[in-house]
């Protein structure tokens, strides 16, 4: 399956590739229209033409990652997905409150993450060793914050808040408690 | 002229305030102001980024979150809608060719934007108030870290800087529509209709086509004005809500998430802050590439038409956007998510798109033109908000938000560089093409401290953002702090970035007192000699 470590490295690369057309193409356009020539008027085709590639690439970006990003339609229907795990998860006073010490979850499980917010609007976001985010979602009081992920790799991960609740938010973190571990060492 | 002589007089003395109407000290004492503000938030923001490679002693971890809580608004209403309203009240009765509606009233917008702003950016030094994610006011309220006084006196500025932005609202439409002293009576209604775009609306289905009865760039001041007074109402009325919150608290009563449903807020909340990300600030600066544009070129607008059009369609995409804000919250309806947070949003790329193109095919048509500072400028604006653009639209995909959301990501390729680079560097080519109008034929000091301002501005804003970005892509959060130095390496590239930022602010800042002296300086606040409702003096 496509790591969401593997979609930021596409989206790195399309996006220095953009940076890097739009950046010459703004510098050509300063020396061409401050260069020797005429000024002539742009033709109303070129302009359609544009309105309608940027038509395009606008709605096509989201059926794009709709269809190549493997969690898009899973968080969308989640509900129509039966989870192999789920883990309630109680947020208060700045604190996760876990069911367990240690969250242990099979390789290729879909793991449903409950989590309750008893005061603030908080953020549970999974990080992997080297920091980079596994995934996150808001945690907001009196509703229903619930997020399906399939996991496809053994690894093991950290849970964070992921918005700001204050100061004390900052030291929302349980260390590598998130384990996933092979379908035969399972419990 | 000596060095001395030159600080105190101004360039070759040619700046001269009691020579200024009272128009024009009102436009320059809200640019001095929008510019000083800047300074207070390029400092906050170097404070942070060093702090966010290694804390500093003088800096407690309150301060620093209370730093983080004024910085953007400081940026946003003392700096940006001081300079975005003063330029405004200028152009639009210039445009208009009649005098604005009221000095008196602009000049209280003037108190209540720099008052309020100050206000709210003391309360959070004193009392470090820090509970605001940007913008955004969080419900339930949480007293345990904050002080209810502190946030008492916090909102009570921000309610002043919005008395002063309904006031700026009143005073230009008031201005489109109302006739001045001897005039013939002007069409109220026709000139309202066509400011919002209903005259262009009508002529979609009608044979008998009304012409235009305002220009171009009022028309989009006028459709901005519907946000920021949206916008207005909005904040308001959330600031009494807070409030009611805090006097409960002092009352003995907790009325945590009871009282409100804390998504509804959040709906409400982000439908009405978007009203300045997503819809002033993109009506106001596509309206602000045109006027630029033409008054660069000499040409009329390309496809003006279709540009009028746009800033119509923008101002409806901007009630409709707010979604995207909300694509991590798992309890919001999936179809707002898709439609409001994806689809309509993506409109954005189309409708900016489009103002970029008719800004530059505007100026190809009256090439060569000169390299000029306005220019220069303006061509910074337009690629900025061409690189922050589509990383906005990324982001506000459903699948891309649920790892990019609240990442450095979002605040550096996005925020940052739309507005250091899209929208100040387009507020830079307004001032420095109206600097010789304003100060009646004033001279900038130095041209190369110009260039030196442009390059630095350029260079540190979009590095600073790119490095911020790829911090966020690596899992860097916003308004967090890493003790362990794990994203030090760009943190520190883009402090050396920000380091630009700062000496080109400092160039500029130096350049404009050079150019008009202390003595001038101090002129444009006091009183001006010369009573006439006139934006220049005759000649």
């Keep these: 399956m496509v790591d969401s470590k593997m979609v930021l490295t596409g989206q790195t690369l399309a996006y220095t590739f953009y940076c890097i057309v739009i950046i010459l193409l703004v510098a050509w356009f300063s020396i061409k229209v401050t260069g020797k020539g005429k000024g002539l008027a742009v033709k109303p085709a070129i302009f359609y033409t544009f309105v309608a590639f940027l038509t395009v690439l606008g709605v096509s970006l989201h059926l794009i990652t709709y269809n190549t990003i493997p969690w898009a339609e899973m968080d969308l229907n989640r509900s129509d997905y039966k989870p192999d795990k789920t883990f309630v998860i109680t947020v208060k006073d700045h604190k996760f409150i876990m069911p367990s010490e240690k969250l242990v979850i099979n390789v290729d499980d879909k793991v449903l993450f409950d989590v309750q917010s008893e005061d603030l609007t908080y953020g549970f976001g999974l990080f992997r060793q080297d920091n980079s985010m596994m995934f996150q979602m808001q945690v907001v009081p009196g509703h229903r914050n619930d997020l399906l992920w399939h996991f496809d790799r053994e690894g093991v991960y950290s849970i964070r808040s992921t918005e700001y609740s204050g100061p004390q938010g900052v030291f929302m973190i349980l260390k590598d408690v998130v384990q996933v571990i092979p379908t035969t060492s399972a419990n | ?539």
């Design chain 2, 1 to 539: 002229m000596s060095f001395i002589q030159t600080l105190i007089n101004g360039e070759e003395g040619l700046f001269k305030s009691e020579t200024l109407t009272p128009m024009q000290k009102l436009t320059l004492r809200f640019v001095v102001v929008g510019l000083i503000y800047f300074g207070f938030v390029v400092i906050e923001g170097m404070l942070m980024r060093l702090y966010e490679v290694k804390p500093l002693p003088f800096i407690t971890e309150p301060q620093f979150f209370a730093i983080l809580t004024a910085h953007p608004l400081v940026g946003i209403f003392g700096s940006t809608y001081s300079i975005v309203f003063g330029a405004f009240l200028f152009l639009v009765p210039f445009l208009m060719k009649k005098p604005l509606w009221s000095i008196k009233l602009g000049n209280w917008t003037f108190i209540l934007v720099t008052a309020g702003t100050f206000i709210f950016w003391f309360a959070g030094f004193v009392s470090h108030y820090a509970p605001l994610y940007t913008l955004y006011w969080p419900l339930p309220v949480d007293f345990k870290q904050f002080s209810v006084w502190g946030g008492t006196f916090f909102i009570t500025g921000i309610a002043l800087v919005m008395a002063g932005s309904a006031f700026f609202v009143i005073n230009i439409f008031k201005t489109i529509t109302y006739t001045p002293e001897g005039w013939e009576k002007q069409p109220s209604k026709a000139l309202l209709a066509s400011a919002l775009g209903i005259t262009g609306f009508k002529n979609l289905f009608t044979k008998n086509k009304k012409e235009h009865l305002v220009p171009l760039p009022v028309a989009a001041v006028a459709r901005g004005s519907v946000d920021v007074a949206l916008n207005t109402a909005v904040i308001l009325f959330t600031g009494v809500l807070v409030l009611v919150f805090m006097i409960a608290s002092i009352l003995g009563f907790d009325l945590k998430n009871t009282a409100i449903d804390a998504l509804l807020y959040k709906n409400w909340f982000w439908w009405g802050l978007d009203l300045i990300a997503d819809g002033l600030v993109l009506v106001f600066v596509a309206g602000t590439w045109y006027l630029l544009a033409m008054m660069i070129s000499g040409k009329p607008l390309f496809m003006q038409n279709i540009a009028r059009a746009a800033l119509l369609v923008e101002l409806v995409v901007s009630w409709t956007v707010w979604s995207h804000h909300l694509l991590s919250d798992q309890a919001q309806p999936a179809i707002l998510k898709v439609i409001s947070g994806e689809m309509v949003t993506a409109f954005e790329l189309i409708t900016q798109g489009l103002a970029f193109f008719i800004t530059l095919a505007t100026l190809w048509s009256a090439r060569p033109l000169k390299m000029t500072n306005p220019l220069k400028f303006l061509l910074g604006g337009l690629l900025g908000f061409a690189l922050a653009v589509p990383a906005g639209i990324m982001q506000a995909d459903v699948g891309l938000n649920r790892i990019l959301h609240n990442t450095q990501w979002v605040v550096g390729p996005h925020v940052h560089v739309a507005i250091l680079i899209g929208l100040t560097m387009t507020l830079y080519s307004v001032i420095y093409i109206l600097f010789p109008i304003l100060t009646n034929g004033a001279k900038m000091y130095s041209q190369k401290l110009v260039n030196i301002h442009f390059w630095c501005h350029l260079i540190g804003g979009i590095g600073m953002g790119a490095f911020m970005g790829m911090a966020g892509l690596k899992g860097m959060l916003r308004r967090s702090l890493y003790l362990n130095g794990e994203f030090n390496i760009y943190m520190i590239l883009a402090a050396t970035c920000g380091t630009l930022l700062l000496i080109g602010f400092l160039s500029f800042f130096y350049n404009i007192v050079m150019s008009i002296g202390i003595k001038g300086v101090i002129g444009i606040f006091t009183p001006s000699k010369i009573k006439t409702k006139d934006l220049i003096p005759a000649s």
